[in-house]
């Protein structure tokens, strides 16, 4: 087994590691940003340092942190780039599109324990690095597996405790960048899976602006896709073989997809969009019911509204509907229990009384 | 004055033009997109012809627009690199900052008859374009002065139309693009000065993820992200040659800034706060009622949130409030006039109601 460490944080593998520090550039330079403090990069490739500005620039403005100085030498002697074409895979419906779209090209899938699944979730992870495994064999690709602390930290309690600096939306695309520099000796080029849509970009930790900035002369970064969801998700059904092995479920209850989770319900949701009534990769649990119980986001109302399409059987449709109204009006989803509906009222009411006062204007 | 046309658009300048059909590139895309047709766009140079595809999936989802299929042929001898470093140039906040930040490098300014001012509008643009001369000579620069018909169609009326295919919002980058490379016998890079900060990612025509990738191998093409709005307006008053020539106005009024529009008020405030005496460039229309009554958009709500406890006195400072919160409340600004306190009272009865009700929730 192959390790790297800075300050008690490690990457592992059993494939070749680099053997400088650039690897932990990304994490030094966001922990700064973070804490306003100067840093001390050390050897930065030309080709990084190039960009180091703006991605301090860009984080800086959407963590939000500080402009900090930057200081680093410029590393003369430059590794030679390597043979082979990389892909992060967590075994979504963003990377298994990567891969399909891609397969031509792409020699690595990049599996990490310790980046959605924590280092303790031992049987979590089993499982998906069975479907890993069995991907890579279909695809026939090389399958990598790396394991690293730099998400959760371990901890006495029972539980790992996450220490990253900033939200891990925002920090997961740094965590990627290091384990890509920690892997450069198997690859000149690596994918990262978009998770957005170019209609429905917001500041996030892999962004098709930030990712290729993290691109060093050894390793070339590539943010794929931009495609919206339903379309990706067209490609992915085109392939039993990998709608079979989805994996989008965050909830590491020891099974594959809760059926149960935002994530989940959203995927079959989509699923069920395009025609596809029972997949082997998720429990049969979407009801309009479940649907409707469902709390988003407001950045997420753009991918829910794709799914509303007349292939989505009524009753879905409307629950769909639903959760979109709730979260544009500020309601709690409905469970159809009593208690809920009355706590909607009761929104309703602040709701309805914030409206009414506003021309007062008490600026 | 040389001249390129394609069909019936031109571009003409004093300047020596390209004696390619490169330049019309970003129009013909654009074109298909939002028409829906395939586009044969000739000799592409290598590096545009890697991003092609991707300017195309931007455009297509920001339109939105379609995913047209593209044919071209790389010509890696499509236009011959040349020297010097261009910046657009209009006068206004964003391009001043920009041609301070970057004087070292800066050997052409490009102002453009024809984008934001018609050309039947001879006798604002003449204005401007004394200005612009004088900052030309100020700063040592070259001032390339282009006209085209781009934007506006000369019609039977006394105004121009415009003939653009979609928004102008969303044109517009692309329309800078054309005129880039329309002018690559003059500069080997050029700079557009950005609008927004890095906070702020809305989807608009020229944009830091757009702008970059119509470089060509002869033509870099850098969208210069800087500052928020309110700290490059505070670098701009410390050079006092530049205030005096600020326009930021597209009333195109015969006055160089109206001193009534949301654009030149907002400025109005940013120098204030910043104590700078904004008689030399505007009119003294500047009071709390006219800034509490500006309507906002998302848009500009950004910039208005900046100027907020900035240091304005507090009259000022709660008016930008008050405009601010009739915005987020969906109300009428207010204005003081009775008329418009009831219309006010009317338009938040009617939230009130919505929000009552929005737990029936009739999906």
């Not at chain 1, 920090?171 to 849509?197: M, T």
Request: with cysteine; hydrophobic share 40%; aromatic share 8%.
């Amino acid at each position: 087994m192959n390790r790297v460490t800075d300050r008690g944080f490690w990457i592992e593998s059993e494939v070749p590691l680099a053997n400088t520090n650039e690897w932990s550039i990304p994490l030094r330079l966001v922990e700064s940003v973070v804490k306003g403090n100067p840093v001390n990069l050390g050897r930065v490739s030309p080709r990084l340092a190039d960009n180091l500005e703006t991605i301090c620039d860009i984080y800086a403005a959407w963590i939000p942190g500080h402009k900090i100085p930057l200081e680093y030498e410029l590393s003369s002697n430059l590794a030679a780039p390597e043979n082979g074409v990389s892909l992060f895979f967590s075994g979504g419906v963003d990377s298994f599109y990567s891969l399909i779209k891609l397969r031509d090209e792409i020699d690595n899938l990049v599996l990490i324990h310790g980046f959605d699944i924590p280092l303790a979730e031992t049987k979590t992870f089993e499982l998906a690095l069975k479907q890993a495994r069995e991907v890579a064999r279909h695809f026939s690709k090389r399958l990598i597996v790396v394991r690293t602390n730099l998400h959760w930290e371990e901890s006495r309690l029972y539980t790992e405790r996450s220490w990253i600096p900033c939200d891990w939306g925002m920090y997961h695309g740094v965590v990627l960048a290091a384990v890509a520099y920690a892997l450069a000796p198997n690859h000149r080029k690596i994918y990262i899976a978009s998770s957005s849509s170019y209609a429905h970009l917001h500041p996030w930790g892999t962004h098709p602006l930030l990712d290729p900035l993290w691109s060093n002369e050894a390793v070339h970064f590539v943010h794929d896709g931009g495609e919206t969801r339903l379309n990706k998700l067209r490609l992915v059904i085109q392939h039993p073989e990998a709608l079979s092995q989805l994996r989008v479920c965050w909830e590491n209850l020891g099974i594959n997809n809760c059926g149960l989770c935002l994530k989940c319900v959203k995927t079959m949701l989509g699923l069920r969009a395009l025609g596809v009534v029972h997949c082997a990769a998720f429990p049969d649990t979407l009801t309009p019911e479940l649907v409707r119980e469902q709390a988003i986001f407001p950045r997420s109302i753009d991918v829910w509204q794709e799914m509303l399409c007349p292939e989505l059987p009524p009753a879905l449709n409307a629950a769909a509907q639903s959760v979109i109204h709730n979260c544009q009006s500020g309601l709690p989803p409905s469970t159809g229990h009593f208690k809920r509906g009355v706590k909607r009222w009761l929104y309703a009411a602040r709701n309805a009384g914030r409206a009414l006062i506003a021309p007062l204007d008490r600026t | 004055m040389y001249r390129v046309t394609d069909k019936d658009i031109g571009i003409e300048s004093d300047a020596p033009l390209v004696n390619s059909q490169e330049w019309a590139i970003p129009l013909r895309l654009v074109e298909s997109v939002v028409g829906g047709k395939p586009a044969n766009l000739g000799d592409v140079s290598p590096l545009l012809a890697r991003n092609l595809v991707t300017i195309r999936d931007i455009y297509a989802a920001w339109i939105p627009g379609h995913r047209c299929s593209l044919t071209f042929e790389i010509n890696s001898s499509v236009t011959a690199p040349a020297s010097g470093v261009s910046l657009f140039f209009s006068g206004g906040v964003d391009c001043f900052y920009s041609l301070v930040q970057h004087d070292d490098e800066i050997d052409n300014l490009i102002l453009i008859h024809g984008f934001d001012i018609p050309l039947a509008e001879t006798k604002t643009f003449e204005q401007i374009l004394e200005q612009a001369r004088e900052v030309a000579r100020l700063f040592k620069k070259r001032l390339i002065v282009v006209r085209t018909n781009l934007h506006w169609e000369e019609s039977r009326l006394y105004t121009e139309r415009p003939r653009i295919p979609c928004d102008w919002g969303m044109y517009f980058g692309a329309a800078l693009a054309a005129v880039a490379y329309a002018l690559a016998p003059n500069h080997r890079k050029i700079y557009i000065a950005s609008s927004t900060s890095y906070a702020d990612l809305h989807q608009d025509g020229s944009h830091q993820l757009l702008d970059p990738l119509w470089s060509t191998d002869a033509v870099q093409i850098v969208h210069d992200v800087g500052e928020k709005r309110i700290d490059k307006l505070r670098v701009l008053a410390q050079h006092p040659e530049v205030l005096p020539r600020l326009r930021v106005c597209w009333e195109n009024l015969d006055n160089y800034n109206c001193g009534l529009c949301e654009k030149c008020i907002r400025t109005m405030l940013g120098l204030r706060a910043l104590g700078v005496n904004n008689s030399i460039v505007f009119p003294d229309t500047l009071t709390p009622e006219l800034v509490s009554a500006q309507k906002l958009t998302d848009r500009c709500v950004v910039y208005w949130r900046e100027l907020l406890d900035f240091g304005l006195p507090a009259d000022f400072n709660a008016a930008v409030r008050s405009a601010i919160h009739s915005f987020e409340n969906g109300l009428p600004p207010s204005t003081g006039h009775f008329k418009r306190g009831v219309k006010r009272w009317l338009y938040a009865a009617r939230n009130a109601g919505r929000a009552l009700i929005a737990p029936l929730d009739r999906t």
